[in-house]
């Protein structure tokens, strides 16, 4: 169920009976020049819908598509709120939402979330809130390769431009950071591409979107059972 389709006596009924608010967190941010600039935002979303799929008491509240993609904002097209802005923005979301709901899940696909979430997830705990914050990770290439294509292409097919996928710098991640994180992802990546898109399947990121929805039902069950009143 979606939060922005629920009139307001609908969305207090349900949290009454124990529903929790989930949280998709994305980015507006290059990924190649073949898939588009919300393919973080598709696969939190994609990975909330499930969760609610197996947890009928969660909400699924409108996705958060802007996030800290500060190396990717010299390539057209990102939007970036930074980190700090972003700490603010879930701290104040999830202290108005725990108005409704007895806690709140956030469901990132942007790694480079993961600080300001957890900044975030900290602060509101030390409040006496529950909150819960689940980031999407893989083994695969690091960004706009085989695996956020096969993942794009199981979501929707039609926003991928496979007939203009590249590859880019294939080095391990661990490897490039300093100089990402010091000179922007231009700086190691012409096309923005970490990895290789070449060899992705829908059946692929089908096979990990599964993966991942597994694991986040897994992790979210014990804590919705506890966020029950
Ligand atoms: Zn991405």
């Known amino acids: 169920m979606q939060l922005a389709l629920l009139t307001s006596p609908e969305a207090g009924d349900r949290s ?5 608010l989930a949280v998709p967190v994305g980015s507006t941010e290059q990924h190649g020049p073949h898939l588009p600039l ?3 935002t ?19 509240g409108p996705a958060l598509a802007y996030g800290a993609s500060g190396e990717h904002e010299d390539f057209a097209g990102t939007v970036s709120i930074g980190h700090d802005a972003l700490e603010s923005l879930v701290v104040e979301l999830c202290r108005s939402a725990t108005r409704t709901f007895p806690g709140v899940v956030v469901v990132s696909a942007h790694g480079g979330n993961g600080l300001a979430l957890a900044r975030a997830a900290r602060r509101l705990r030390r409040e006496g809130r529950r909150v819960l914050v689940w980031s999407a990770t893989w083994d695969g290439d690091a960004h706009a390769g085989r695996t956020e294509t096969s993942l794009e292409l199981a979501i ?21 950071m300093p100089a990402i994180q010091s000179a922007g992802l231009r700086a190691v990546s012409g096309n923005g591409v970490l990895g290789d898109p070449a060899g992705a399947t829908a059946r692929e990121g089908a ?23």
């Open 42 to 60: 598709d696969i939190a979303v994609e990975l909330c819908a499930r969760l609610a799929a197996a947890h009928p008491s969660v909400v699924v």
């Open 156 to 176: 929707d097919p039609d926003r991928v431009r496979l007939d203009r996928a590249q590859a880019g710098d294939r080095r391990p991640i661990d490897l490039l």
């Open 16 to 20: 009454g009976a124990g529903a929790v």
């Open 38 to 40: 919300g393919t973080d």
């Open 207 to 229: 096979a990990l979107l599964d993966a991942m929805a597994a694991d986040l039902v897994d992790r979210c069950s014990g804590w919705l059972a506890g966020s029950r009143r």
